[in-house]
């Protein structure tokens, strides 16, 4: 036996942006969640980087081909031994379907702050408003 703590599990998650837009994912599943809002994704597999964990995910849960980027806000600490992450997601090809959730939607700042999100992801909401804002064009002056 090792002295070394063990690596926490790393559970991933994708912002796709698009369009001055977020895509959330709504939950159908446990049911303490079901019908909660959330980024899309899953758990790492052993021997499985973030980045290709997080495209599996996506193209399993959403049918689409990503382009995984930089991480985006804190660490969320989840039970013992996982730790929830969120990476931004470029959409290289296919549109979004909802094969694992409820139904999908693209939020925008304000939008995202009405939605009922899952507890976890409310953590990055400064982040991906700052995001929002940033991809929204200001309206005319």
């Known amino acids: 036996m090792s002295d070394v703590p063990a690596r926490d599990r790393e559970v991933v998650a994708g912002a796709i942006f698009r369009g001055g837009r977020l895509l959330l994912a709504q939950r159908t599943s446990p049911p303490a969640l079901a019908g909660r809002w ?3 994704g899953g758990k790492v ?3 499985e980087t973030p980045q290709a964990a997080l495209a599996r995910e996506l193209r399993e849960e959403l049918a689409v081909e990503v382009r995984c980027g930089t991480r985006i806000g804190v660490d969320v600490q989840l039970s013992a031994g996982l730790v ?3 990476y931004r997601a ?3 090809s296919g549109e979004p379907v909802a094969l694992d959730h409820a ?5 925008d700042a304000e939008e995202l702050l009405s939605m009922d999100l899952v507890d976890n992801d409310r953590a990055w909401i400064p982040e991906l408003l700052e995001e929002l804002r940033a991809l929204t064009p200001l309206g005319p002056s």
């Open 38 to 40: 959330e980024l899309p």
């Open 45 to 47: 597999e052993e021997f």
């Open 84 to 86: 929830l992450r969120a």
């Open 90 to 92: 470029e959409l290289v």
């Open 103 to 107: 139904q999908l939607a693209w939020v």
